[in-house]
Structure formats: C-alpha cells, structure tokens
C-alpha cells in the first residue's frame, strides 16, 4: 500500500461499518418518525460545515453519519410512507446498488464497462420485451422520467425536423407543437423548454371526468395548429398522471398518431410497472404502438434512485439524435452508449436493476404491483362508505385522492386549509405520512401505494390516524 495515496488501512472495518449503518437503517425503516421532524436551520448546525483540510478518517466520518445524518433521514421505505411517488426500494435493489458503487463501471463504451454495457444491453431488452417493442427497439437508462422525455422528445425532434442536432432550430418555418393532456408532468414543459420549442407551445389539453386526455379534444386542437401554420410533432400521453395515476387511452390515441405523422411518447414514469400485471396491461393497451416510452424503475419497479429508462421503437433514431461518430446507423453494430444518449461518463443504472429481477424474478413483483392496487382500490372503498370523506379520483393504479368534507358549513378555501392541517398533524405525529396534490383548483389528500411494504393492516391504521385527526374539524 502506498502512503502517497488515498486507500485506507483498515478497509475491511470500514465497509463493514459503513454496510452496518445501511443494515441498522434497512431493519429500522419501519419505525417512527417517517419524517424526521427537525428544522432546516438545526439541523444545519448539527451536521458538520466546515471546509475539511485535514481529515478526521473513516471510521470517525462514519461514526459522524450515524449520529448526525441517519437519525434525519426520511424513512422511505416505511410501510405508511404513501406520499409522491418515491417508492419504497427493495432491499435487493439497495444491495446490487451497494455492489455496483463498489464495482464503479462506467458503460459509456464496451472498455470501460464491459459487464456493465452488457448488463445494460439486457435490461433494455427486458424493459423492450414488457413494452411489447421488439429487436429493432432501443434505449438507454437514464437518472429518471425527466431525463426520459427530454431524450424521446430530442429523437422525435430530430426525426421530424433532420440535422436539428447540428442546425439547430434557428430556421424553422413551422413552429413545432407538443400535447400533452392539462394534468401531466411538468418535465414535458421542461423537455420542450431545453429543446428549444418552449413551454409555451405545449398545448395542454383538457381531461374527461376520468381525468384521461379529451380525444375530441386533441383532434380539434391538432387541427386547429395545423390551420395556424403550427407543425404538430409530438404528443405525450401519460401512462399514470402523478397526482391522479391517470392513463390516457394510448390505444385511439396511438392510431390517430400513426395516421397524422405525429409521434407518440408515453410517460409511464410512475406506472410503468404496472405493464407487468393484467389490469395494468389493460390499461395501457396500444403501449407498442407509441414511438418511445419513458418509464422510472426508480418508481414502481422498487429499484433504489436513480433509474430511469427511455425507450425509442426505431433504435437507429436514438443512434442518430446522439452519434459521436460518423459511422452509418447498421442494427448489428453493438451499442456504446455514448452514442445514444446525452452524457458521457455515467453510472451502472442497469446493474442494480438486472440484481434485483434477477433476485425476486418480475413474478414476485408483479404480486406485490397488483396487490398495491388492491390496496388502494380498498383505500377508496373506505373513503366511499364513510360520509365525511369524499373521493376525488376514480383509482386507476395506485392513487388515491380524497378530501375531508365533513359539512356544507365550510367553503372551498376553508376546506383546503382543513386537509393541509390533517397532514400537517399527521407528519407531527411521525406514523405516517401522505402529500397533499392540487386537483381540480382544490387542496386534496393523496396516498399512493407504491409501496411493497405496505399491509392492509397499514391501510387501516393510516385510515384510523386520519379519523382521528380529522375530527377537529367537524
Ligand atoms: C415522476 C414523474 C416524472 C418525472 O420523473 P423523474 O424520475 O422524477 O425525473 C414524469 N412524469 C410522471 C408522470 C411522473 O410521475
């Protein structure tokens, strides 16, 4: 061992240490506090701050997390954690991560990764093969959704406006226009922003009582652009909407697509996994059809962040946005990622990925995706049947929206503080915690049960906190 560099003496201590820590907080999660209820500000003052010139070593630095980082994180993984749609990770998905850190490959060529590239290679196939795509199908794991339609949407630039890599957008003659339906996620505002076509020219269009895009709608509005002078390229249709888990008819949307030249992106970001039970393959029918397809393994899939996941149904379309070579598009070339995707040098995503299917295999959780849905369809059954809760959303996947309307003497404002006090109180308390979503122009409660931790025994006591909390304001 050399002195001059940075390795460390006692190795085997510290990662042992270092793996203890991981396994007291994998064992703990289900205990309270969810959320740790500290103060930015004081917690800002117990966490070491000073720039470090000299160190004070491993083993001390790890005894530091335990002590002051450990006790103020939130515990993700809690079985009564039902907020967002950060899911819980599987431990299987912690360990393969633990172990690709450890291995740091960097898949961007064959050399220097070539397990990892392979690696990769296989889990798009996997990914292809659940989205029903095929062999002339390709992709790239990305740090998540965002990162997902912003590639999709760069390809489906590219394709239908050739050498925007290169020109640019500087002499477009026909404005290019993106729809998506008026509840979907903020990054296809992003992507069309960093794209060049801007936020503004997203049309949002509206959504029918099941919250999934209006298709009359959508064709009024394509036809309209097109009157205008506008040049429609690219639709995005949500295959689970954040807040209401909404997924749009891809099927009717994907034909009309196909027929007008305009390219269809599904954001499967959060319910993408759903692909692997009957009802989520109902619900998304027409998937295969769509030109590229973002999902998030490090949603519903339980892989730990980040991982996301972008598929493009013509390959040498992802192969031309991102090229760093010269070299003709031939479909038996094997892939280096560099050249289909946006970053260089870039972490394993497809390792703990491939470690943790191949631990439960897709089988076991697909159990665990249909029971979460079981799950909320349970949750919304008791909101129904009682009378000073109203649901907001019919569930679709595993969202559920409610409200606490206990009766008609409050307003809407009123009614909106109400349900942010419930889960102001109910973070306090530390058992469980929920966010609140916008639907509609109302404050509404949400729980999403993404989370393979989740019991019905759970259910009822988040259902029971709720109650109980809730009857301040009767
Ligand atoms: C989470 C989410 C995104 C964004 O994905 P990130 O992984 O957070 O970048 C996009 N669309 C939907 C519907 C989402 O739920």
């Known amino acids: 061992m050399q002195l001059d560099s940075l390795d460390i003496k006692n190795l085997d201590i510290c990662l042992n240490k270092a793996i203890n820590v991981v396994k007291n907080y ?35 630095a790890i005894e530091d997390v335990k002590n002051t980082i450990v006790p103020y994180c939130s515990k993700i993984g809690n079985p009564k954690f039902l907020s967002w749609i950060i899911t819980s990770p599987s431990p299987a998905g912690t360990i393969g991560e633990i172990l690709n850190v450890g291995l740091n490959q960097v898949p961007f060529c064959y050399k220097s990764g070539p397990a990892a590239t392979v690696i990769e290679d296989i889990v798009i196939d996997w990914f292809k093969s659940l989205f029903g795509y095929n062999d002339k199908s390709g992709g790239i794991l990305v740090s998540g959704g965002t990162m997902g339609t912003l590639t999709a949407l760069s390809v489906a ?94 099927d009717t949307i994907a034909d009309f697509c196909n027929k007008n030249n305009i390219w269809l992106h599904i954001d499967a970001a959060f319910a993408g996994g759903a692909i692997l039970t009957e009802r989520g393959k109902k619900l998304m029918k027409g998937i295969e059809k769509a030109d590229s397809i973002s999902t998030d393994p490090h949603k519903w899939f339980f892989i730990p962040v980040e991982a996301g996941c972008v598929l493009i149904k013509n390959k ?51 159990q665990i995706i249909d029971k979460n849905m079981d799950l909320a369809e349970e949750f919304a059954k008791k909101i129904t049947a009682s009378d000073k809760w109203q649901l907001v959303t019919p569930v679709q996947t595993s969202a559920v929206c409610f409200r606490y309307v206990p009766n008609s003497n409050y307003n809407d404002e009123e009614l909106n503080k109400i349900q942010n006090k419930i ?6 308390s530390g058992k469980a915690f929920l966010s609140p979503a916008i639907i509609k122009n109302k404050t509404v409660i949400r729980a999403c049960f993404s989370n393979h931790r989740t019991s019905y025994e759970d259910l009822n006591l988040v259902f029971k906190y709720l109650s109980d909390i809730s009857k301040k304001f009767n």
Request: hydrophobic share 35%; proline share 4%.
């Open 26 to 60: 994998m064992e703990n999660i289900s205990t309270e506090p969810v959320i740790p209820n500290i103060q930015r500000e004081e917690l800002n003052n117990l966490i070491y701050k000073d720039i470090p010139f000299e160190g004070i070593g491993v083993e001390n």
């Open 157 to 250: 630039r590219e394709v239908h406006m050739p050498g925007t890599m290169t020109k640019g957008i500087q002499n477009i003659k026909k404005p290019l226009v993106v729809y998506v339906s008026n509840i979907s996620h903020k990054s296809v505002e992003t992507a069309a922003s960093v794209l060049g076509i801007g936020s503004d020219f997203v049309r949002k269009i509206p959504v029918d009582s099941n919250f999934k895009m209006n298709f009359k709608e959508l064709e009024k509005q394509v036809e309209k652009d097109i009157t205008l002078g506008f040049h429609p390229f690219c639709v995005v249709a949500q295959a689970g909407t954040s807040n209401e888990g909404a997924v749009d008819d891809i």
């Open 316 to 366: 040498e379309h992802l192969y031309n946005t991102y090229k760093t070579t010269n070299k003709t598009f031939n479909h038996e070339d094997p892939v280096d990622y560099m050249n289909y995707g946006i970053q260089f040098t870039r972490a394993s995503r497809a390792f703990k990925i491939w470690f943790a299917f191949r631990s439960y295999g897709l089988n076991k959780i697909e």
């Open 423 to 428: 889960l102001y109180e109910l973070e306090l």
